[in-house]
């Protein structure tokens, strides 16, 4: 059985840091890649970045460019997204998510999920 587990999540002020790490048992780790995603109260989940199956690609949303970090430990079968500098608009349920092929934008493309950690941020 699959399973991704976040943690790190919590409450925060603006300008403060957090680093999530979604830990994953049941799959070959290194053969997905992974994505983070975040849904705020009301709106649709959005991505916020993902990371190649070995660690070597990332690419990220305009928005959280040069503050947020994706890395990842193959090892530890554990993926960690790193947020420095933050914003109440990044108040959200952050969620981690494994996909088979080459990571996407686009959720529908993630095969498995975890049950996503709190992240607020206040001003």
């Known amino acids: 059985q699959v399973q991704l587990v976040e943690s790190g999540g919590g409450l925060v002020q603006a300008g403060g840091s957090l680093r999530l790490s979604c830990a994953a048992s049941?799959?070959?780790?290194?053969?997905?890649?992974m994505g983070w995603f975040r849904q705020a109260l009301g709106k649709e989940r959005e991505f916020v970045g993902c990371i190649s199956r070995k660690g070597g690609s990332t690419y990220y949303t305009d928005s959280v460019k040069g503050r947020f970090t994706i890395s990842r430990d193959n090892a530890k079968n554990t993926v960690y997204l790193q947020m420095n500098s933050l914003e109440p608009e990044d108040t959200a349920v952050y969620y981690c998510?494994?996909?088979?092929?080459?990571?996407?934008?686009?959720?529908?493309?993630?095969?498995?999920w975890g049950q996503g950690t709190q992240v607020t941020v206040s001003s």
């Open positions: 049941g799959l070959t780790f290194s053969s997905y890649a």
């Open positions: 998510a494994a996909d088979r092929t080459i990571g996407s934008v686009t959720a529908t493309t993630y095969e498995y």
